[in-house]
């Protein structure tokens, strides 16, 4: 069972920046595609970012040019920077991770969540 933790979430101002960052049990690489997810109160959650293990990112629209996801797999991390954070960005982040099973499909694991508020 892969465990994933996130940290580095708070509080900050608009227009401000934070890095979060999300810990694997286990060797990431392994894993597959990663990403970021969000949820705000009373909506869905929702894709923020996704990286390959080869280094191949997809960015939500609403976050391109201000957010950047990148992934160390000798560390077993995977990071969010944001920047230029807007009032709609405040959410419980979820780091996910993906394998692949072949033929049997995949397997998603999920981090605890961690809260991202950004104040006006």
């Known amino acids: 069972q892969v465990q994933l933790v996130e940290s580095g979430g708070g509080l900050v101002q608009a227009g401000g920046s934070l890095r979060l960052s999300c810990a694997a049990s286990?060797?990431?690489?392994?894993?597959?595609?990663m990403g970021w997810y969000r949820q705000a109160p009373g909506k869905q959650r929702e894709l923020v970012a996704t990286?390959?293990?080869?280094?191949?990112?997809n960015l939500a629209d609403s976050v391109k040019g201000r957010f950047t996801i990148s992934r160390d797999n000798a560390k077993n991390t995977m990071y969010l920077e944001m920047n230029t954070l807007k009032i709609e960005d405040t959410a419980v982040y979820y780091c996910?991770?993906?394998?692949?099973?072949?033929?049997?499909?995949?397997?998603?694991?999920w981090g605890q969540g961690t809260q991202v508020t950004v104040s006006s």
């Open positions: 286990e060797n990431i690489f392994s894993l597959g595609v």
């Open positions: 996910n991770a993906r394998r692949s099973l072949g033929f049997f499909g995949s397997q998603d694991y």
């Open positions: 990286i390959t293990n080869g280094g191949s990112t």
